[in-house]
């Protein structure tokens, strides 16, 4: 076995990297055509974490109608309707295209946004607003919620959008093996009988935060035609229906997703394109490929030496995405039958023997900020300090393994789950000699199809994984991750991908749950951050930056006009993802 000591693991690892032909040449540049979305920091490549968002705050009613200003990237341009576009995305979708059994990572949401509109989407200002709902309001006491239709929009096979529509589609979700953990706190979904386009919610307990819940998975809106006829014939489950800017054409997993324009979509004048594919492409580097070949025209990624490398080009445009950004961080099942993960001294020497400073450095070719926990600079309970150990200090970890196995004799080993992307493997062999050194006696790698590799998540069959998660607005959003009520068993489905059993963590999750102030927010939110430090529930890594890159006429990624006239921005409700009924072709 190599042995890493701190003081040379940099080194090393370089060292490793420069025999693989991972170590990108990037030096700043002045004049690079990369632009950033909104200021934050990056991560290395991670594996993806479902994202179905929940978080807080009332909505107000948008005007039924509104035509969205054009977005342009230059102000000197106009968007040119017409044209095609493959982009290249990081994993297929291993499930269904029904909102409420998509097991639906940043790829998945990246398609399937084209085709189901969400009732509601987050502004710059971190607001949920109205999207699809023309409004969203509450009660007194956030016990009840009302979501009005938007008047005049109708799914692509016709079927009209309404609060029937509504009201079948949440009801779906709350049933649905992961929606239902979003929609847990909801007793009632009835159409009001006084407003057929109205359908109300009723609570079991206060949900200020709920309509961040209508902007993700959970909220979807397929047509209750084709959802009824999928129900009896599963090849109907992969040609989704909806009320978005793009049509279903045609899908073939693992190979290609086609869509087509809605020349009737509700919100001109998107979209622009005629057509849109997306194709899998795995591995990072060969995605970055792809592009340079002119395979593809558009790819996004979290690969820190594709990043770095485009920002220093001139020859490919990039967009970087990092507001209310994800973590890159290392998941740890906590609660396992038999695992020594079940003891926080084996998690924390985890932590202890860990350099992440040196994959940052190295494997991400300088492009990160290392995380302090769960929280990115930009979101409410980010800590500069929360006491979580952010330097390697293997001593520390020998002692506490030491510890560990005083009391449990026997082989001590744990198994370390990536995806099939080069990169997250060579993390993944630095991560097992550190992990050896500090006394586990064997680290396994298990290498795990991108497609595959949330199912594995969700049914909790593992000990140590790779992970991508946690972006968003409010502490709320986190609920179904961390709670208590989203951990079951291995083998079922579960959001609670390291089924953490924390009474502590439920009582201030629970706590900001009904909470509107923002000072009590903020604090609990910090406490949580200080909790998962000091139980080490997980390995943190750095905060991600998704880079979309792309050919030089690709235009239109960026910032757009909501129906209440407020501005969308990518990236906001589901990190790395952007709309694609923005996008053009032309302008060069």
Not at 205 to 217: I, R
Not at 389 to 417: F, N, R, V, W
């Amino acid at each position: 076995m190599v042995h890493i000591r701190q003081r040379s693991s940099r080194r090393l690892i370089a060292a490793a990297l420069v025999s693989l032909g991972l170590v990108a040449v990037a030096c700043g540049s002045d004049d690079n055509k990369s632009s950033t979305v909104t200021s934050g920091t990056t991560a290395g490549t991670t594996a993806a974490a479902p994202e179905t968002t929940a978080a807080s705050s009332a909505t107000t009613a948008a005007p039924s109608g509104t035509e969205a200003a054009a977005p342009t990237t230059e102000a000197a341009l106009q968007p040119v309707p017409g044209g095609s576009l493959v982009m290249g995305i990081e994993a297929d979708t291993s499930s269904p295209w029904r909102p409420s059994e998509m097991l639906c990572a940043i790829s998945c949401h990246q398609v399937i946004r084209n085709i189901f509109d969400t009732l509601t989407m987050p502004n710059d200002k971190g607001e949920a607003v109205p999207y699809l709902a023309e409004s969203v309001t509450p009660n007194a006491d956030f016990t009840e919620w009302r979501i009005k239709a938007r008047a005049g929009v109708t799914f692509h096979d016709g079927t009209p959008f309404d609060g029937a529509a509504i009201a079948e589609n949440l009801t779906r979700a709350k049933t649905g093996a992961l929606t239902g953990n979003v929609l847990r706190p909801v007793d009632t979904i009835t159409v009001d009988p006084a407003d057929p386009m109205t359908v109300v919610l009723k609570m079991n307990t206060p949900w200020a935060a709920f309509p961040y819940s209508l902007m993700g998975q959970a909220a979807y809106m397929a047509s209750p035609t084709w959802l009824a006829a999928s129900d009896n014939d599963e090849a109907l489950k992969s040609q989704p229906v909806g009320t978005g800017p793009f049509i279903y054409e045609s899908y073939v997993p693992n190979e290609s997703f086609k869509m087509k324009k809605n020349p009737n979509y509700w919100n001109k004048p998107y979209p622009y394109l005629d057509e849109l594919e997306f194709r899998p492409i795995p591995d990072a580097l060969n995605r970055r490929d792809a592009l340079k070949s002119g395979t593809i025209d558009l790819l996004h990624t979290t690969n820190g030496e594709t990043i770095a490398e485009m920002r220093d080009t001139k020859e490919f445009p990039m967009v970087e995405i990092n507001n209310k950004a994800e973590v890159g961080y290392t998941l740890l099942h906590v609660t396992q039958d038999g695992s020594p993960l079940q003891d926080v001294r084996v998690r924390c020497a985890l932590a202890y023997a860990s350099d992440e400073q040196s994959i940052i450095d190295t494997i991400s070719a300088g492009v990160g900020q290392l995380a302090t926990g769960p929280f990115s600079p930009d979101q409410v309970g980010f800590l500069d300090d929360t006491g979580y150990p952010l330097k390697q200090d293997m001593t520390k970890a020998q002692d506490l393994i030491a510890q560990y196995k005083a009391e449990h004799p026997g082989p001590l080993t744990l198994s370390l789950a990536t995806t099939q992307d080069e990169t997250n493997l060579t993390i993944a062999q630095f991560q097992k000699q550190w992990f050896e050194e500090a006394g586990i006696d064997t680290v396994t790698i298990d290498q795990i199809d991108q497609g595959n590799y949330i199912l594995t998540a969700v049914l909790g069959n593992f000990q140590v994984f790779q992970w991508r998660n946690h972006g968003g607005f409010d502490l709320d959003q986190q609920y179904i991750w961390w709670h208590s009520s989203s951990s079951v068993p291995v083998g079922q489905l579960a959001l609670n991908f390291g089924r953490i059993k924390d009474p502590d963590l439920d009582k201030l999750l629970d706590e900001n749950r009904a909470s509107t102030d923002p000072a009590e927010k903020k604090t609990l939110a910090e406490d949580v951050n200080k909790l998962f430090a000091k139980q080490c529930y997980n390995i943190w890594g750095a905060y991600t930056i998704w880079g979309i890159v792309h050919k030089p006429d690709v235009q239109g990624i960026g910032n757009f006009t909501l129906p209440d006239g407020s501005t969308g921005v990518p990236g906001a409700g589901i990190s790395g993802t952007f709309s694609m009924m923005t996008v053009w072709r032309g302008g060069q």
